[in-house]
């Protein structure tokens, strides 16, 4: 089981707008950073995000992040096909002194 | 441009061991934290241990301490992971990760399989 809790699974058309949950507690989320990654079937995952709602170089606007006390959000605006992916997000927990991710939610473009 | 390329996966039997290494091109290993990162088949990521950049200080997952350790060699551009007692639930994916300051895992390898089984 996950320390970070994200839904297994959300789906959107194509140009819609969707947004992907995180929930963690005050010693991870509350305390750091967060960061998202996204992996496409078969791939290694990739930096998305960092920094709660920062865009590493190559990163489309269209994704975009933020953080909220315990919570944070990857929201992604006009959905592609090739946006069909998982999606983890993480953070360093003060607490246990290990990075922690979460479960990852399976985004499917309908 | 920044490249992990790890070997040494296969299948190896429980209670055995292996060593896993990585590769590092495209940027000045000495500079970076590392890290490795599985992923069960069908799983998510599962965080395993960092190395500091001289190898002075290093970290593991409880699910892997006393079992796995990792060390670098700079001068070889190196990071490796030495995996001991290995069990059916190390069956992974695993990736070599380069960690930066702000932007945590920011380069990943394309993973080596390891297959624990009888």
């Known amino acids: 089981q996950s320390v970070l809790t994200q839904p297994p699974s959300a789906s959107g058309t194509p140009g819609q707008r969707v947004t992907l949950s995180c929930s963690g507690r005050?010693?991870?989320?509350?305390?750091?950073?967060v960061k998202w990654y996204q992996q496409l079937p078969g791939a290694a995952p990739k930096l998305l995000i960092y920094?709660?709602?920062q865009r590493p170089s190559g990163v489309p606007d269209r994704f975009s992040g933020s953080k909220s006390g315990t919570s944070a959000s990857l929201a992604i605006s006009g959905l592609q096909s090739e946006d069909e992916a998982d999606y983890y997000c993480?953070?360093?927990?003060?607490?246990?002194?290990?990075?922690?991710f979460g479960g990852g939610t399976k985004l499917t473009v309908l | 441009q920044v490249q992990l390329e790890e070997s040494g996966g296969g299948l190896v039997k429980p209670g055995g061991s292996l060593r896993l290494s990585c590769v590092a091109s495209?940027?000045?290993?000495?500079?970076?934290?590392m890290s490795w990162i599985r992923q069960a088949p069908g799983k998510g990521l599962e965080w395993l241990s960092y190395?500091?950049?001289?190898?002075?200080?290093?970290n593991y997952a409880d699910a892997v301490k006393g079992r796995f350790t990792i060390s670098r060699d700079n001068a070889k551009n190196s990071v490796d992971l030495q995996m001991n007692s290995l069990r059916a639930e190390d069956t992974a994916v695993y990736y070599c990760?380069?960690?930066?300051?702000?932007?945590?895992?920011?380069?990943w390898g394309q993973g080596t399989l390891v297959t624990v089984s009888s």
């Open positions: 990760v380069r960690v930066s300051v702000s932007t945590a895992f920011d380069y």
């Open positions: 495209g940027f000045m290993l000495s500079g970076y934290y």
């Open positions: 190395i500091s950049e001289t190898g002075t200080y290093t």
């Open positions: 005050s010693s991870d989320i509350g305390s750091n950073p």
């Open positions: 920094s709660n709602n």
């Open positions: 993480a953070v360093w927990d003060d607490s246990l002194n290990v990075w922690v």
